[in-house]
């Protein structure tokens, strides 16, 4: 990789790292076209890379927030666990899948995400006040389905704030900070689920780590000065920018993964 590529790609990656830290997710969404278009990754390699920078940037994420009272603990264990159950079955699902559908297949993720998120959402911008007892079945179910996303195509952390939301009726903030436990519990099945079959290069995703990290300290600062519903329709409409872009870059290429 030459010198500029690996400056523009650790350039990205801070930024993917910046709207982990504002939103709870969407970090491995922009990590894995950064890492494919920019870094022309193989697209199992780029999935795997991506679980491993944000997986550990989520991570200390959550750390950060629990500190400050900011994760729901046992909500996340709850979802978290039963995530990382999905997670390790949509990895082995993907060394099945041709790489190109994988590509094709985070593509329609990408997009439909982006549309939910323009989307006027109480549920997600509203501040309701958290149940003595969450909806532990319910958030296990939707847990299981966000980590099958994850395990297959490296994304799904976007759908996590959303789920917590619908499960325990979390306020935004504490949402956020739950999922970024969510998000570290999942990336870390996915992961496991994918390194007997896939290379990680253990330099470039250190480097990637640490600007996905500075990114996230950054973009947590900033999430306490926007409205969520600015920052969610926001990311909506560039996710949307991201996923037709990577579209005419397929059929450019003659629907080959890049």
Known sequence: ??????????????????????????????????????????????????????????????????????????????VGGFGMLGAVVGARLGALVP?????????????????????????????????????????????????????????????????LTLAAALPIGQAIGTAMMVMALQASAALAGKLDHVHVDARLATALTVAAVAGMLVGSRLAGRLAPATLRRGFGGFLLVVASVMIIHLLAAGGGSG
């Not at 958030?139 to 759908?159: N, Y």
């Open 99 to 163: 790489p190109a559908a994988l590509v094709y297949g985070f593509i329609a993720i990408m997009a439909m995400a982006g549309l939910a998120m323009l989307r006027p959402r109480r549920d997600v911008d509203a501040e309701p006040d958290p149940p003595a007892r969450p909806h532990v079945a319910l958030g296990a179910v939707l847990g299981t389905a966000v980590g099958m996303v994850t395990g297959l195509v490296g994304a799904g952390s976007f759908l996590i704030v959303p789920a």
């Open 1 to 78: 990789m030459t010198t500029p590529t690996l400056a523009a790609t650790l350039a990205l990656t801070m930024v993917a790292g910046g709207v982990l830290g504002m939103l709870g997710g969407g970090g491995s969404i922009l990590c894995v076209p950064i890492l494919l278009y920019v870094a022309r990754l193989p697209p199992d390699e780029a999935i795997a890379t991506s679980l491993v920078v944000v997986g550990t940037t989520s991570a200390l994420g959550a750390a950060v927030r629990l500190r400050a009272r900011q994760v729901h603990v046992r909500v996340g264990l709850a």
